[in-house]
């Protein structure tokens, strides 16, 4: 198991001082802090091998070109690809989904096929769905949640038919913390015996748990390099080599050929095919140096911290916050991972978010980008606290003091009454 309290001497960010008070990052779900590990490893390649890839015999070319691979190599051993080859570097998860949502759902979907996605999605993999079903005449059918916030392979065995030719379901809820990696290895079971593809969005669980994308038995696999102490602008796609190549390239341009003629074009092999143009090989490298840095941790150290702060969190608020506050998805912390989303009883999310950013502490409020989850719980809005390798329980601690101000001071906070110096105590 790691030390966090040392793990917290690579993040500076950690050390500064907001509203008079030390920063309490627990927005982690929405986006990580980097280590100097990574600044420096992009710093590095801008400072002694910038160029640009696959494109020069230089020596700086061949450089940035070898440092390039590399990053995706480190990243399909992160994830127990087969191949370099199946890992293709994108913008983000947004990005990795619509690429799928493109070139796979075009030439495969048609009209009166369905596509099986969770109420509990993401928009980024709900949207594209939608919109490929739009363009072609296909059906899209929902799978819910339990009360508890969970999937149930019982509810897709409902809807996973012939007719079926995508399955799009998260690896866990960015607002309900449930991990679903059991269901999902059924639900891809079920759907390949119908020739339908299963597309997981793995933006909250590949940087928090050990993922094998073979043992998950997906077909596709999206993740966010920013949410794992990667720099922003660098995401992954990975996907069964097999079912790559047969694909045409998302955008296409320079880097995606072998050869063009006025008439005709060579798509170039895997997976510069789906890589169009000039790449952020500084992303890459910074990618490379952040999955280094996790690896060094160990995922399974990773999840078992995570676990523990979540365990902690709803022991503290159990004894110090009862009944004003309402925690959303699994209470079983083996099921959930380090998102908890929760409102203060009779206060609006934003206004305790608001609050909380007086006492130094990022959280993020509102909606989380899955409003048919919201629409579905009956809420306008949750609070939500998410961890990382470097939270301790002094901030959950921290983080529970200031709920039990916030709720002591509900009525001046109702009415407005509340500024500042009120929760600062200056
Ligand atoms: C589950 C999930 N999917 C997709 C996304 C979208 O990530 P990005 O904006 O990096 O594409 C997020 C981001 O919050 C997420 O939590």
Redesign the pocket.
Do not use: F, L, P, R
């Given at each position: 198991m790691f030390n966090p309290y040392e793990i917290r001497n690579d993040f500076p960010v950690l050390n500064r001082i907001v509203r008079g008070r030390k920063l309490i990052y627990l927005d982690n779900?929405?986006?990580s802090q980097k280590p100097k590990q990574v600044v420096a490893a992009i710093a590095r390649y801008y400072l002694w091998h910038n160029a640009n890839v696959h494109r020069g015999l230089h020596t700086l070319s061949q450089e940035a070109s070898q440092l390039y691979e590399e990053a995706h190599d480190a990243v399909a051993k992160f994830i127990n690809a087969r191949s370099w080859e199946e890992v293709i570097f994108t913008?983000?998860?947004?990005?990795?989904?619509n690429l799928v949502s493109f070139t796979w759902g075009l030439p495969n979907v048609n009209p009166g096929d369905e596509i099986v996605v969770t109420v509990m999605?993401?928009?980024?993999?709900m949207l594209p769905w939608r919109k490929l079903a739009k363009i072609k005449g296909a059906k899209i059918v929902y799978v819910d949640i339990t009360n508890g916030g969970e999937l149930t392979f019982d509810e897709f065995e409902k809807v996973i038919n012939r007719r079926t030719k995508v399955v799009a379901v998260?690896l866990?809820?960015?607002v309900l913390g449930t991990i679903t990696v059991d269901v999902v290895k059924k639900v891809s079971k079920l759907a390949h015996e119908y020739g339908a593809i299963v597309v997981a969005?793995g933006?909250?669980y590949v940087p928090h748990a050990p993922t094998d994308v073979r043992d998950l038995g997906v077909d596709f696999l999206?993740f966010?390099g920013?949410?794992m102490l990667g720099p922003?602008g660098i995401?992954v796609l990975w996907g069964r080599k097999e079912i790559l190549e047969e694909l045409e390239p998302f955008k296409s341009g320079g880097d995606t050929i072998k050869d063009v003629t006025l008439d005709d074009v060579v798509w170039h092999d895997l997976p510069w095919r789906f890589e169009a143009g000039t790449p952020n090989v500084a992303g890459a490298v910074g990618l490379k140096a952040a999955v280094e840095y996790l690896t060094r941790l160990g995922m399974d150290s990773v999840r078992e911290h995570e676990r523990e702060l979540v365990k902690y969190t709803f022991k503290r608020f159990n004894e110090e916050l009862g009944d004003e506050i309402e925690v959303y998805g699994p209470k079983d912390p083996e099921q959930r991972g380090g998102v908890i989303a929760f409102n203060v009883k009779g206060l609006n999310h934003h206004t305790v978010g608001m609050a909380l950013d007086m006492f130094g502490i990022a959280v993020r409020t509102g909606m989380?980008?899955?409003h048919p989850l919201h629409y579905r719980l009956g809420l306008k809005g949750t609070v939500r606290a998410s961890y990382y390798i470097y939270n301790i329980k002094e901030e959950v601690d921290e983080l529970v003091q200031a709920l039990k101000t916030i709720t002591m001071l509900k009525d001046k906070l109702q009415t407005g009454e509340v500024d500042e110096r009120v929760c600062t105590g200056t």
């Open positions: 779900a929405a986006t913008y983000n998860v947004t990005e990795a989904i999605e993401h928009h980024s993999n998260t866990m809820s960015n969005d933006a909250q999206g966010s920013h949410k922003m995401g989380h980008c899955a």
